[in-house]
C-alpha cells in the first residue's frame, strides 16, 4: 500500500511535467511573511511539568519567554510555496548550554554520561547574557501547494510538511492534529461537496536494518565507521537506522446538506511495524510502547522481548521488530448553526489490533517474558459541545467521552483506550481551560506532559482509565476591542484509577499487583493481589480571562486557572511494586501510605503581535 502511494505521487509530479505549456505571460511571483511573536510570563504552582507530581507544594516557578512564529509564502498565480519556522526561548540561561541542541554539551568524568543543556517546558533553547543561542530553530512547515493537472475537477495538492488542518475533524485535536510530512489532496466533487485525502509518512526505513545493523560501543573506539566510542567512557547502543514503514491515511468527505449544517464522515487507517512516533502510540497502564532513544545512554525503551537472544529493552535488536500495530478509526464530525444557537458533535470509534512481546519486569502480571500477545482495540470518543449568542454574551457547555480500561485489565490482550494519531498537546485547547487543557501560555497546562500517556492534551484519556468532562464557560463583549470570560470544568476518568500505581518512564502509571508488606515479612517476588481502582474523581478547575486588543496587530491576554484537584491523580513515586527489594527499603520496610495531590494554581499574561 506504501509502494502504491508513492507511485501515485510520482504519478502526479509526471503529469505535471507532461501538461502542456501555457502560452500566456506566467504571473508575477508575489513573497509575503506573516506570522506572530508572543512575550508570555507565567507563575504556576504545583504544575509538575518535570517529575509528574502533585503532592510537593513547593513545585513553584516564575518565568518569562519569548516564542516567534514566521511563514514565507511564495506565490505564482495558484501555485505556492510555504516555509514555516518557529524559536521558541526562556528569559534567562536555564542549564549549562543555551540550547538542547547547540554546541556546548558537557560530559561527566565520572560516569562518563553526556547530556545538553535543561531548558523549560515547550522551548528547545534560553536566552542568556547576550542572547545569542544556537541550535534553536524549528522547521515547521516546508511545503508546495499547486492546482492538480490535467483533472478535470478541481483539485489542490499539496506536498511536503504541512499542517493537518481539517484532513481528519472540523474540531481541534480530536484525532489529528499539528503536523506531518506527507500528502494531501482536496478535491471539489461539486458546490458543497469536497473529497479530502491525506497520506502521512509516520517513519521511514530506508534499506532496512539489515544496511544499518546495532553496534554496541565504548570503552574504546569503534571501528566500524558508523559510532565513535570513547575510551573508558559510557557503552552505548549506537542504531543509526531502526524504524520502519510504517504511516497513516485519512480520508474525510465533507457536505453541506442544507445552510447552516457542515458534516464530515471520516476513516483513517494507521500501521506501524515495531518503533513508531510517541504521538500516535504512547505508553499506557505501566506498557512501555511508545518510541524512546536515550541521547544519554543509547537505550532503547520500547524494544519487545526478543525470544531468540532472551534480551528485552535495550537488546541488540533494538528496533522492535516484532511489534505490530493495525489501527482503525471511524467517525463523524459535524457543526450545526441556526441563529444564535450552535451544536458541534463529534463521535469516533477505534478498532485493529497490537502484537508485541511481553518484556517481564513490569509486564509479569499479565504473562510470562517471551510470550506474544495480541489485544484487540475497541475504544469510542464522543465530544459534544454547544454555544449560544446574546448579543455581546457567548455562551458554551461541553461535554466528553473517552472510554478506558480498568485497573485489572490486561493491555496485552485487550485496548479499550481511545488512541489519537496526533493530537499536538492540543486536544480542548480551544474550551478555554489553562491546567487541564493547554491554555493562553501553551507550555504549561494539560498535567504531566513528561508522561504522554498521562497528559489529557496528548492522550485525550488519562493512561489507560479514559476520561469524562463536562463544563460551562461564558464570555462578554464589554466592548469591541475589550473582552472577559470565565468558565469551570469537571474531569473524572471512565474506570477508576488504581492510586497505588506507580510511575514508568514512557509507560504511564503500572497497576500495583503486590500487597503492601508488614514490618519482617518475607518479600513478595510473585503478585499477590489484584489491582483495584480507588477514585475517578480528577478534579474541577475555575479560570478567568481578559482580551484586550489595544492596537493594531496587538492584544493583551491575562488568563488564570485553579484546580481542585481530584485523588484519582495521586500515585505512589517509589519506582518498583510493593514489596519489591529492588528499591530502596521497599521489601523491608513498612509501605508508607500513598500520598495526596495538591491544588494546582496558574496565571499568566501574554502580548501577542500579529501580522
Known sequence: MRRLLVLAVALVAILGVLAPPVMAQAPAPKVTITGLIDQVGTYTKNMSQYDANLNIGRDTQLYGRTRGRFDFIGEVGKAKAVLGIEIDSYWGQTGFTDSNNGPGWQCSTVNGSCASGAVGSGAESSFDLNTDTQGNLQI?????????????????????????????????????????????????LAPGAKLMLTYVAVD??????????????????????????????????????????????IASFEMSPFKGLDVKPMYSYFEAVGQTSGAARQGRGGVVTASSISSVTGGQTNSPFNPITGAGAGSADGAGTNTLETRHTIGLDARFTAGPFSLQPTVLYQFGHQEKWLLGGNSAPYGAAGTKARADISAWLVDVRTGFNLGPLSLGWLVAWTSGDPAKSNPYRHI?????????????????????????????????????????????????????????????????????????????????????????????????WFCRQPVGATVTTTPNCRPEGDSRYLGTEVNLALTYRFAPGLALDLAGGYLFTGPAFGHRYAGGNYGSASATNLGTAPQPMDQGVKD???GTARVRYQF
Open 140 to 188: 515547521k512547515w516546508l511545503y508546495t501547494e499547486f492546482p492538480l493537472p490535467l483533472v478535470p475537477l478541481n483539485s489542490v495538492i499539496r506536498l511536503g510538511a504541512q499542517p493537518f488542518g481539517t484532513a481528519a475533524t472540523y474540531k481541534l485535536a480530536t484525532y489529528a492534529n499539528g503536523d506531518f510530512p506527507g500528502v494531501n489532496l482536496v478535491v471539489d
Open 204 to 249: 521511514e526505513a530506508l534499506t532496512g536494518k539489515r544496511d544499518f545493523f546495532p553496534v554496541t560501543f565504548g570503552g574504546s573506539s569503534s571501528t566500524d565507521g558508523k559510532c565513535t566510542g570513547t575510551p573508558g567512557g559510557p557503552v552505548l547502543s549506537c542504531i543509526p537506522q531502526s524504524r520502519n514503514d510504517n504511516w497513516a491515511l
Open 416 to 512: 479499550g483506550y481511545f488512541q489519537p494519531l496526533d493530537t499536538d498537546t492540543g486536544y480542548l485547547a480551544d474550551w478555554g481551560t489553562q491546567i487541564m487543557s493547554l491554555g493562553i501560555d501553551y507550555y504549561q497546562g494539560s498535567i504531566n506532559p513528561a508522561q504522554a500517556g498521562l497528559s489529557e492534551g496528548v492522550a485525550i484519556g488519562y493512561d489507560k482509565y479514559g476520561r469524562i468532562v463536562t463544563g460551562l464557560k461564558a464570555a462578554y463583549a464589554m466592548t469591541p476591542a475589550l473582552t472577559v470570560g470565565t468558565g469551570i470544568t469537571a474531569t473524572w476518568t471512565d474506570k477508576s484509577v488504581d492510586t497505588d500505581g506507580f510511575l514508568v518512564t514512557n509507560g504511564g502509571i503500572q497497576p500495583n
Open 600 to 602: 494546582v494554581i496558574i
